[in-house]
C-alpha cells in the first residue's frame, strides 16, 4: 500500500504517524494493497483557495479529500480492486484551533481528521444524521484501534 505524506506546511509534524494511522485504516477496511493515498498538508492560504475553489466556501477549512478511482471498502475475502485512492489535504493551523477548543493535542486532531478525510475518499459522508451517525462510530473505532497498537 503507497502512502504519501507530504508537510509544504510550517507545522513540525509526525509524517511517519499519519501514514502509519493512514494504513491501519486503509487495512481495517480492506482496501487493496497497491492502493495509492496522498496525504498534504498545507498553509491557511493555500487550504482557504482550495475550499474556495472546490467547495465554493471562503476561508480555510481543516481537511478536504479528492477521491480519484472511488474506490470502496472490501472485505477480507475480496478486497477492493487496486487504484488510486485519492488525496487527504489538511491544513495544520486549523487543526491546532480546533485541538485547543476541544482539549487535546495538534497531533491528535491530525490523526482524526487524517481518519476522516480517509473515510471520505471511501465513500463515507455525514450530510445525512444517520450517515453520520455511522461514519463518526467507525471513524472513532480505528483510531481507537490505531492507538490501542502504539502502546
Known amino acids: 500500500m503507497s502512502v504519501e ?5 510550517s507545522h513540525d509534524v509526525a509524517e511517519r504517524e499519519l501514514c502509519s494511522l493512514a494504513r491501519h485504516v486503509l487495512d481495517a477496511l480492506h482496501v487493496h494493497a497497491q492502493a495509492e493515498l496522498s496525504v498534504l ?30 474506490l470502496r471498502p472490501g472485505t477480507e475475502d475480496r478486497p477492493s480492486p487496486p487504484g488510486l485512492l485519492g488525496d487527504v489535504v489538511l491544513c495544520p493551523d ?3 484551533r480546533q ?3 476541544a482539549g487535546h ?23 445525512e444524521p444517520e450517515e453520520e451517525r455511522a461514519m463518526f ?8 484501534e490505531y492507538l490501542g497498537t502504539r502502546r
Not at 487550504?47 to 466556501?57: F, K, S
Open 5 to 9: 505524506v507530504a508537510n509544504e506546511s
Open 41 to 70: 498538508l498545507v498553509e491557511e492560504a493555500a487550504m482557504a483557495a482550495l475550499h474556495e475553489q472546490h467547495m465554493g466556501e471562503e476561508g480555510p477549512t481543516d481537511v478536504l479529500s479528492f477521491p480519484m478511482d472511488e
Open 94 to 96: 486549523v487543526a491546532a
Open 99 to 101: 485541538a485547543r477548543a
Open 105 to 127: 493535542s495538534t497531533a491528535d486532531e491530525l490523526l482524526l481528521l487524517t481518519t476522516h478525510g480517509v473515510l471520505h475518499l471511501l465513500g463515507y459522508d455525514h450530510a
Open 137 to 144: 462510530a467507525l471513524q472513532r473505532q480505528l483510531l481507537l
